[in-house]
């Protein structure tokens, strides 16, 4: 699976990377790997699996899937 | 004095040729603390209504705030106003860098540009020193040389210059200016009102120090260590100054709401090469700063591929890549930073040239301009080679370009035939890319924004949408509430009311929109403190809302003064219809709903709700109510 963190997301996770690719071996619940990955919930405002916005509570994600997290942004 | 470093005005006269300065009373100060407030003050008084944007008798006013070059992070920013050529309303932008903060140190809060040269001059303010010298050599060249020449004429490489380029000696009525090349005042076309003035720069140098003229220095000199310190530790701090806005590309395209083809689309097929991680391969070489700000959130860059990209003048903003990039369907970074290079060459607003190309580009599609009216300029969506030639023809005003030169609104009424529906824009001034179609506060803050739309009107409804996020954490203590980011109604109107006050407030302070809450990088306390320590006034947050407030009365009583009213005070037709593409396709804002939530903005504002005229009682409360007298209410 293909992830992408957006703008301050990276900055949860050692060495702060913009995309991990994992493998599942198994679909689980998008917010396990958020709660794996120490994500702070509060921060995702944007939550999409492959092009598809989905809601972070409820989705569930499989290998190969590409999701991508950001979160709020506003200002530029 | 016990604030700023000095409360002292620079007249300039240029048709007399002479020069003058006044001092600001401690009592006014207070009322009217700097940037918006100032300038605001100075041309609702002293502006006649109707006088035209680009005559001498427009005053070009460029005001710092009480906090712009204090030693703390974000803390930089300056304002120029005028009576707009764009919209015709009250024009304004602030940029940071570094010009602001030398001004500050030269001694000065605020200059006043009045008349017209009769031939090109710059302006040269060494501390009390001032005088108008010739920039008849000047003119026509471009910023880099016109820095270079003026700092060697007057023998000092620290010598700030905040100039125009040909866009603002043309009179494009979205010129900018620009300070050391790449920090600019980008909107409203300030840029055009200093050409009509015949004035190519303002060269500053200034030996004096924030501190010294603070009422408590220590408080100052903390919170600036603290924010130093800060920097790696905040999330959205470090964001900014490893991936800078252009991160906002990928959030915005994975929401569906990354404004593309003219607003038709909000996502763009074309985004993966636009995003932050192609910047960086691309054309990231360092990262900048404006004045004393650990944040660094600006971009260097430089290209020798396919396109060749001088280093000189600093890299696109998000702004700038969205405009150039998806918002005229082009998916080459290179191109946009060519985009973003001209324009800072020529002095051009980025976000109104592009907006105003891609208004140019869905004329052509729909056949209401040809190939005729273009000199064979194949102006299609994607096209970047079009795209950068239409750059070059706006900035001489040459062919289509002297059109598209006027913006898109008056560019819509020569073309006819229902090219209104493509300009983008409020009282003239082109959209941002932000869609309010996914935040609608950003809507409400187009709609009502005195200058035209504008994205830092207020704060963008995502950063206070989660109650459990930082940026509502940070905001909470001005009394928002947590509402979702589509949400309209009076709830929401509140929320932007509130939330607009204190936007207006650092606009009139000089902070940086990348600092205060919700950004929280610097808190609601903190801003408080510094406030305090600089002047000694006993001022709460109460106080600081009611500064931002009173600001945008006396701009909504310039434009009232000037024939606006409700109904310049709307969106473009098109987002009222639906997204085309991506995971918001079909949405659009509702417009019963829409004007309902306005209808409780101009309530909760004290504003007649057809006239948008302040009532007396609100001016009162405000401390202004010799803009009741102005106005007769
Ligand atoms: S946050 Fe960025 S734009 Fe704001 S003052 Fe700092 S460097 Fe300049």
Known sequence: MDLHLGSYLSWYVPQKPSRLVIHLDRPIALMELVERLKLPPAEIAIAAVNGKLVSLRDALVSDGDRVELHPPNGGG | ?633
Not at chain 2, 31 to 43: M, R, T, V
Not at chain 2, 620 to 627: C, F, G, K, M, N
């Open chain 2, 1 to 633: 004095m016990a604030y700023g470093i000095n409360g002292r005005i620079l007249r300039v006269d240029l048709t007399q040729a002479s020069v003058n300065t006044e001092f600001f009373d401690d009592n006014l100060y207070r009322l009217y603390p700097g940037g918006k407030a100032l300038a605001g003050y100075l041309l609702l008084r002293e502006l006649p209504p109707g006088t035209d944007a680009l005559a001498p008798e427009n005053l070009l006013v460029i005001a710092n705030g009480l906090l712009t070059g204090a030693p703390i992070s974000a803390s930089t920013r300056f304002t120029v106003a005028a009576r707009s050529p764009l919209t015709g309303a009250y024009g304004e932008s602030e940029a940071g860098g570094f010009w602001g903060p030398e001004l500050k140190m030269a001694g000065y809060e605020a200059i006043v540009v009045s008349g017209r040269a009769k031939q090109p001059v710059y302006i040269s303010i060494n501390d009390d020193k001032v005088e108008l010298r010739d920039a008849r050599e000047l003119w026509g060249r471009e910023p880099e040389e016109v820095q270079a020449a003026i700092r060697h004429e007057l023998g000092d490489k620290r010598i700030r210059v905040l100039q125009i380029g040909i866009g603002g000696e043309n009179l494009v009525r979205y010129a900018a200016l620009t300070n050391e090349l790449r920090h600019f005042n980008g909107r409203t076309g300030m840029g055009a009102v200093m050409g009509s003035k015949n004035l190519k720069a303002i060269a500053v140098r200034g030996t004096g120090r924030y501190l010294d003229s603070a009422h408590d220095a220590k408080p100052i000199v903390d919170l600036g260590r603290a924010l130093g310190k800060r920097v790696k530790e905040h999330p959205q701090a470090w964001d900014l100054q490893v991936k800078g806005t252009p991160a906002l590309v990928g959030a915005f395209n994975a929401a569906g709401i990354l404004p593309t083809r003219n607003f038709r689309q909000g996502v763009f097929e074309g985004a993966d090469n636009l995003k932050w991680e192609a910047y960086e391969k691309e054309l990231l070489t360092a990262r900048g700063t404006c004045y004393a700000c650990a944040v660094r959130c600006k971009r260097e860059v430089k290209v020798d591929d396919r396109y060749q990209v001088s280093d000189a003048y600093g890299g696109p903003e998000y702004e700038t890549v969205e405009g150039f990039g998806g918002y005229c369907g082009v998916g080459d970074l290179q191109a946009v930073a060519k985009a973003n290079e001209l324009c800072n060459r020529y002095t051009l607003d980025t976000i109104s040239t592009s907006v105003t190309i891609a208004f140019a580009m869905e004329c052509f599609e729909h056949g209401l301009i040809g190939l005729k009216e273009t000199d064979g300029l194949d102006l299609r969506f994607g096209n970047a080679a079009a795209m950068l030639q239409a750059v070059d023809l706006i900035a001489r005003r040459e062919g289509i370009g002297n059109l598209l030169a006027e913006g898109s609104k008056r560019a819509a009424e020569v073309i006819g035939g229902g090219a209104h529906l493509f300009a983008m824009q409020v009282k003239g001034q082109e959209l941002p890319m932000h869609d309010p179609r996914g935040k609608v506060s950003v809507g409400l803050g187009y709609a009502i924004g005195e200058h035209g739309a504008d994205h830092l009107y207020s704060i963008h409804d995502t950063l206070v949408a989660n109650p459990d996020s930082i940026g509502f954490k940070g905001a909470s203590p001005l009394g928002v509430e947590a509402l979702p980011a589509q949400q309209l109604g009076s709830a929401k109107a509140r929320n932007y009311a509130i939330l607009e006050n204190w936007c207006s407030f650092g606009q009139v302070v000089g902070l940086c929109y990348f600092g205060p809450a919700p950004r929280s990088f610097t808190q609601i306390e903190e801003v408080l403190t510094a406030v305090r320590a600089a002047t000694g006034w006993a001022m709460t947050l109460a106080d600081l809302l009611q500064i931002g407030e009173r600001a945008t009365n006396l701009t909504r009583a310039f434009n009232v003064r000037n024939g606006f009213s409700r109904k310049e005070d709307t969106l473009p037709e098109r987002l009222f219809q639906p997204l085309e593409n991506g995971p918001m396709a079909g949405t659009l804002i509702s417009k019963p709903e829409f004007e309902r939530t306005m209808d409780e903005l101009y309530r909760l504002k004290g504003w007649d709700s057809k006239t948008t005229v302040p009532t007396r009682d609100r001016l009162r409360d405000l401390d202004i109510e010799w803009v009741a007298d102005l106005l007769g209410v």
